[in-house]
């Protein structure tokens, strides 16, 4: 493939990179707008994605994202290596303590939920499979990003200004990384009402023992139900089942 096919490429999919929680459809007219292209390239790109079924035409000449993407979704599930072999052992951790259990991985500098198993008081999260996470909020985030290399967590720091300090998180890279550094010794992040008021989560890193970071695993429920929980307890569980799904991906 040449370079010219490949950017041609990789315009025709930044098309898809347009749609969010925020704006769920668009014309032809309003993509090409957008990514500053030309009508007719605007609207070859759309055609092409419409015949692979990434986009559906919609209402009123708008296009919404299209099921190829389901199909896609599922394949995704079927082969994520975490949740091959990570599911039924959160199945186990919910029938144990009744709570909610979520894998959260990481994509680029995303942090995505890829499954959830429900409790027996079933939380109800904003953010569920597919919907980007804030970065600097929450427990799985956190847990995650602790385990970043120092070269890796300077370039978050470095691209994250803004969200770092509305976060309320150190502005200053030393007390940054110190901030961080502390959560990756401790093995594990509780969140107090920190994303969502009404809830809280207690999250465990999922680390291979050559240090391949795979995600996180979490246990969430309601503040108040939270509070009366054994947590010391509660983490020793966790970490003992992040430790059993690490160990069972080759």
Same mark, same amino acid.
């Given at each position: 493939m040449t370079d010219k096919s490949e950017s041609s490429l990789a315009r025709m999919l930044s098309v898809l990179d347009l749609f969010s929680d925020h704006q769920l459809s668009w014309t032809a007219e309003a993509i090409t707008e957008a990514l500053q292209m030309s009508l007719p390239t605007g609207y070859r790109y759309v055609k092409m994605l419409t015949d692979a079924g990434l986009l559906q035409r919609a209402a009123d000449a708008h296009y919404t994202l299209g099921p190829r993407i389901i199909v896609l979704d599922h394949y995704i599930r079927m082969g994520d290596p975490v949740l091959q072999h990570g599911v039924s052992l959160m199945q186990e951790l919910v029938e144990q303590t009744g709570l909610d259990c979520v894998i959260s991985c990481l994509y680029g500098q995303q942090v995505l939920d890829t499954h959830r198993e429900f409790g027996t008081a079933k939380a109800t999260l904003s953010y569920g499979r597919g919907r980007p996470r804030p970065l600097f909020f929450g427990a799985a985030p956190k847990a995650i990003l602790s385990c970043f290399a120092s070269a890796q967590l300077h370039r978050v720091f470095d691209e994250h200004q803004d969200e770092i300090?509305? !976060?309320?998180?150190?502005?200053?890279?030393? #007390? @940054?990384?110190?901030?961080?550094? !502390?959560?990756?010794?401790?093995?594990?992040? @509780?969140?107090?009402? #920190?994303? #969502?008021?009404?809830?809280?989560?207690?999250?465990?890193?999922?680390?291979?023992?050559?240090? $391949?970071?795979?995600?996180?695993?979490?246990?969430?429920? $309601?503040?108040?139900?939270? !509070?009366?929980?054994?947590l010391p307890k509660l983490t020793q569980l966790l970490t003992r089942t992040a430790q059993e799904i690490t160990t069972r991906i080759p």
């Open positions: 300090a509305q !976060a309320g998180l150190p502005t200053d890279w030393s #007390e @940054f990384r110190k901030y961080y550094g !502390a959560i990756r010794k401790a093995g594990h992040y @509780f969140s107090n009402g #920190e994303l #969502e008021p009404n809830l809280a989560a207690l999250a465990v890193p999922l680390l291979k023992a050559d240090d $391949t970071l795979l995600g996180a695993i979490s246990l969430v429920s $309601t503040v108040s139900r939270m !509070a009366v929980i054994d």
